[in-house]
């Protein structure tokens, strides 16, 4: 044997040694446990496996489905929005982990951004919770993983594979000393994804993971008994009164209402549909339900508006050129024969659905792309997301708006679907069902369609001679930098027709001052202007309520559901709030609405789901 030939031979055992002693270090629990005693599991997970679609003859109201039980949901931490966000981060590095249940499925507790933890429906002691606000600061996306449970709509349950959903996590506002910093900006913010997608969470028996929880998008959700404007495109409307929660603080409210425009006075309009068909939107609560909706919002258009419809899959396709609403038999025709498959090119379909609207954008023509997907998107090939998203910015300026309409769970990019409408000077829905679907695209159409007011702030100038300290409730990705309120090139929120408006703070007042509050100073563009607008309005003493039973049941039904949110995302600053005070304070507010009726049952579950957690159940 040639000494060439044993060192070869003597390197192929040293490979095979290490090779024995590192492979099981890399394998999961899972492969060890089937290599070592398979025996031991009756069913093995596979990490890979795709739910089967519903039967297609399924009718549009079963459409309340959701996907992929044991699904992971991780929130991601882009780059900032500069356009949204222009003040220094206020910083924190901790990575937030929401284990997964174990099998049978268990409900995993909600933890906070700061490590407070839902318990019977309180949120439990954490630090920070009295951090400081640091003066003209931008809030700071959270870098946070967490691992999530979904419950499929029959009840079988599907491994949702690495990807899960995606949402963006912002870390909240801290109280802020008035003497030191007396000025809240911030822009108006009318979308609604965040309380949707909580919702289906919580009807599936799972809480929402903390970074889906918008508390403005919870607030604005539900529709408020403002009266509208007598004259231009918005009114103020003010209150404030005790906190339900603590004897030494108050809640502030501030409340834009916008002017209401009939469906026969809005301005006729191009809409261009571009509907994912990617093999990802094949179940019955995606493409199926996207096509119900898009029917729904063709019956509700007016005979001098059109309709153009682009899918993208593995490849754009030009469905349907600009067609008269009135001819729903060929719209109809082409969405039926609409079927998912491929794969996702998102930039290539966003560009043609753009080129068909800027050819109508004028200021007598409404133009609008609508996205339907969900956001489980390749970009393209060619195409990175920021270049897609600086792309769309550039057909803001040609009049063209967006909306971008979530659909299903197991991949769902709530954190893309934010980046669309926000680039897009749009909104942010989400549809979990076909009652939803007729809510967005029936009662909300109008609206949606006629922006009344773009480019919108709203900052609030409080007096340190009456409020101590301040917090407002959500709007941390909607921050504006103090000085840039006048500053006319930064872009901002729209609001569109009949929509309202609603923020709240938490304040600490100064004791037995008399001095008004605030100040609050609106700021908008006209829809094709270029300059902006500016209101104020005082917010005086007399709009202060001695007690909260003394308030409107619109500001304590949306105190109720701030609240709700502030607890559900694990917010320090909400620490002791409960639950069950929250949902009493909405009983008491419901005043038979619907919506407001099915928001208590959902505190409710939020309460069970959140003692079964402190339980270990």
Known sequence: ?????????????????????????????????????????????????????????????????????????????????????????????????????????????????????????????????????????????????????????????????????????????????????????????????????????LQNGNLPPSSAVRVEEFVNYFKYRYAPPETGAFTVHLEAAPSPFDSKRHFVRVGVQGKVVSRSQRKPAHLVFLVDTSGSMASQDKLPLAKEAIKIAVKNLNENDTVAIVTYAGSTRDVLAPTPATDVKSIHAALDALQSGGGTAMGSGMEMAYKHAVKKASGKVVSRVIVLTDGDANIGPTLSPQAMLESIHKYVAEGVTLTAVGFGMGNYRDDMMEKLADKGNGNCFYVDSYKEAKKVFETQLTGTLEVIAKDVKLQVEFNPLAVRRYRLLGYENRDVADNDFRNDKVDAGEIGAGHNVTALYEVELVKDAKESLATVRVRAKAPNGTEAAEQSFPFTRSLLRASLEAASPDFRFAVAVASTADILRGNPAAEGWSLATAQKLAEGAAAGDADRNEFVKLVSQARALSGASARGE
Not at 78 to 106: F, Q, T, V
Request: aromatic share 4%; proline share 10%.
């Open 1 to 201: 044997m040639s000494q060439t030939f044993l060192k070869r031979r003597l390197s192929q055992w040293g490979s095979a040694l290490l090779v024995a002693c590192v492979l099981p270090a890399c394998m999961s629990m899972d492969e060890r446990q089937t290599l070592t005693a398979p025996e031991t599991r009756s069913t093995p997970r596979t990490h890979a496996t795709a739910k089967p679609a519903p039967p297609p003859s399924a009718a549009p109201q079963d459409f309340a489905a959701a996907e992929g039980d044991d699904a992971r949901a991780t929130a991601e931490s882009p780059a900032p929005r500069e356009d949204r966000a222009r003040k220094a981060p206020r910083g924190i590095d901790a990575e937030l982990r929401e284990e997964p249940a174990p099998e049978p499925l268990m409900v995993a507790p909600a933890t906070g951004a700061m490590g407070g933890a839902v318990a019977n429906g309180v949120i439990g002691r954490a630090q920070g919770a009295e951090m400081a606000k640091p003066s003209r600061m931008a809030p700071k996306k959270l870098e946070a993983s967490a691992r999530l449970t979904d419950k499929d709509v029959d009840g079988s349950d599907a491994h949702a594979g690495p990807q899960g959903n995606t949402f963006e996590a912002w870390k909240p506002n801290t109280f802020t000393e008035t003497s030191k910093d007396p000025l809240s900006t911030f822009a108006a913010d009318v979308d609604t994804a965040s309380y949707t997608v909580a919702r289906r969470y």
